[in-house]
């Protein structure tokens, strides 16, 4: 039977948007999600039982896998989304890099013929502790409900973001966990209580956020304002 072929029809493989809003990557970050919008040419449906990207550049320092595992059956003259899964070495190059590859595809689909390129920055892993956003804030119980925090981690260790007052009290635990190297964000709606949790509304104030990543150690003010 005739090879059935799939038409690229996304201009250029890109960060998954849910996952990752911007194109900068960090050396030894895992799990990031890349997707690109694919066509089936054919009338008859097909079922994609595997795709695989394959680069002819960087390839030691990028690791692709496909998502989902199960067969996906694509209607005919269907457009879909294939997305995957990627790591990227801790030895990547730091800087402006563009991947160049094809895509291939497996099972019923004998071949799937189209050139894909990306231009990623790929960044030196850190830690850092972003000022909050926005700055004095109301919580939970007035306008602007939540103040969110970005965090960068370097390693694959247990991180904690921990609100206290200026007693050196612990009010509010934001981030106990191993979220993995990157980029980070979690938001804070100025309760006390665990993560997860919705906690009772903390007084005005000047509180303390501090993250905590293996010897690692930022203090930011964060105002309160009821």
């Not at 960087?58 to 996906?72: G, I, K, M, R, W």
């Not at 007693?167 to 100025?190: F, Q």
Request: charged content about 15%; hydrophobic content about 40%; overall charge neutral.
């Amino acid at each position: 039977s005739a090879t059935q072929v799939f038409e690229i029809v996304q201009g250029a493989l890109n960060l998954d948007q849910v996952m990752s809003p911007d194109t900068q990557v960090y050396r030894g970050q895992k799990g990031l999600r890349v997707s690109l919008i694919a066509r089936n040419t054919s009338l008859a449906p097909v079922t994609l039982t595997a795709a695989a990207l394959t680069f002819n550049n960087q390839a030691n320092y990028f690791t692709f896998s496909a998502l989902p595992d199960n067969p996906v059956l694509i209607p005919g003259q269907a457009t879909f989304t294939l997305r995957f899964n990627v790591d990227v070495g801790k030895d990547a190059p730091v800087g402006n890099t563009v991947l160049d590859g094809s895509l291939a595809g497996g099972g019923v689909i004998p071949a799937i013929g189209a050139q894909q390129t990306a231009s990623w920055q790929i960044l030196e892993a850190k830690n850092e502790l972003s000022q909050n956003y926005p700055n004095p804030f109301k919580g939970a119980s007035a306008g602007n409900k939540f103040t969110t925090f970005d965090y960068f981690v370097k390693d694959d260790v247990t991180v904690t973001l921990k609100i206290y007052n200026l007693a050196g009290e612990l009010v509010a635990v934001l981030v106990d966990a191993n979220p993995g190297i990157g980029k980070h964000s979690v938001s804070w709606n100025g309760g006390n209580g665990d993560p997860g949790q919705t906690g009772k509304p903390l007084g005005s104030g000047v509180y303390l956020a501090v993250l905590q990543t293996g010897s690692y150690k930022e203090i930011r003010k964060v105002v309160v304002i009821r």
